[in-house]
């Protein structure tokens, strides 16, 4: 698996993070607990049923579609498949 890291200083980070709006941060927590997926999935790294969502935006996985391997980006854009 192929991943990217954005290496951050901790202050840049701080202000990075200030700067994301507060209601697009509540927005995506209110779906995740309205559909229920923090049952199986944390969003602080701890493992439950399912794999952590700490990290998992902007980075790359390889997933098969119609049995052929293609890498995909976890971000806000909707991926189809070719
Ligand atoms: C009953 C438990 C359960 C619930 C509820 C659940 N998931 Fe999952 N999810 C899993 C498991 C298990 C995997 C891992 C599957 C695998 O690796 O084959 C997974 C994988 C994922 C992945 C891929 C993560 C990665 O790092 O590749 C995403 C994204 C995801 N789930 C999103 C959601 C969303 C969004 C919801 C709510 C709408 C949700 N899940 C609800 C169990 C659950």
Redesign the pocket.
């Known amino acids: 698996m192929v991943s990217k890291v954005v290496v951050m200083q901790e202050e840049d980070f701080e202000s990075w993070y200030a700067a994301v709006p507060a209601a697009a941060k509540d927005k995506g927590r209110q ?2 607990e309205e ?3 923090l ?3 944390s969003t602080d790294g701890t493992a ?6 700490k990290g ?1 935006y902007d ?1 790359s ?1 390889t997933v098969l579609t119609n049995g052929k391997e293609r890498t995909v980006k ?1 971000d806000e854009n909707i991926s189809t498949g070719p």
């Open positions: 779906v995740l559909k229920g997926c049952g199986c999935h439950r049923i399912g794999p952590t969502f998992l980075s996985v976890a």
